[in-house]
């Protein structure tokens, strides 16, 4: 059984870094809190919403964390956006 078995199949083509990430499904829903947390913040702070703003603002608060759990869905998130970075940016 495979990633896309395990996810719907609304959120299977709404990942676009899927082809390039290892996840479990369960790590879904803390990923898509972190990057939603992270568009409202940057929005507030005034910031273009882009990825290299959204890159910067979890890296700051990625050497706050504490739990382990957090570290990990907190970089999963960077990863996905460095992934969409590197797939979908500018050349």
Known sequence: ???RDKISFSENF???SEDTLD???AQLPPVKIILGDAVLEVGKQGRPINTRTLLEYL???QEKQK???DKIAM???IDVLRDNQRI???R
């Open 1 to 3: 059984m495979g990633i």
């Open 75 to 77: 970089q999963t998130a």
């Open 14 to 16: 709404m990942m676009k």
């Open 67 to 69: 739990r382990r759990d």
């Open 23 to 25: 996840w479990y499904p």
């Open 59 to 61: 890296q700051v608060m």
């Open 88 to 90: 979908n940016g500018r």
